[in-house]
């Protein structure tokens, strides 16, 4: 009888949190730039500020390192500090790959804001052209 009791409870409370005021949080208007509302919502991808900005990187990053072969073919390959033999696509390659490790634990252990990653993973990338 007391668990029953119990459940009786637990299901009033949904209406009680309800009537409280509780169901309105997620109905609040966004003030100023919002990073993760979608820019094109009728799109099938939720095409977000900060997503368009990786695919920027990403695309501009790939079309620099396209001049560069371009220019200077060969891939400037060399032994780093690793002890591979990398060219310019692979240490763009080792820096993404560790920029995504950086933001995981980043996220796995201290959550938001992303400012401290951001900076350890722009210096992650400095450290993979200049020494990998």
């Known amino acids: 009888m007391r668990r029953l009791a119990a459940l009786l409870l637990l299901a009033a409370a949904p209406a009680a949190a309800q009537t409280q005021g509780w169901g309105n949080l997620g109905?609040?208007?966004?003030?100023?730039f919002d990073w993760t509302a979608p820019l094109w919502p009728e799109l099938w991808m939720a095409w977000t500020p900060a997503t368009l900005a990786v695919f920027v990187g990403l695309f501009a990053a790939m079309g620099v390192l396209t001049l560069l072969e371009i220019r200077h073919?060969?891939?400037a390959e060399r032994r780093g500090v690793l002890g591979l033999t990398t060219t310019r696509g692979d240490r763009l390659f080792i820096a993404l790959l560790g920029a995504v490790y950086i933001f995981l634990i980043w996220l796995a252990f201290f959550g938001m804001p992303l400012w401290v990653p951001l900076a350890l993973a722009i210096l992650w990338g400095v450290f993979c052209f200049w020494k990998v």
């Open 27 to 32: 109905k609040q208007e966004p003030k100023g």
């Open 73 to 75: 073919p060969g891939g």
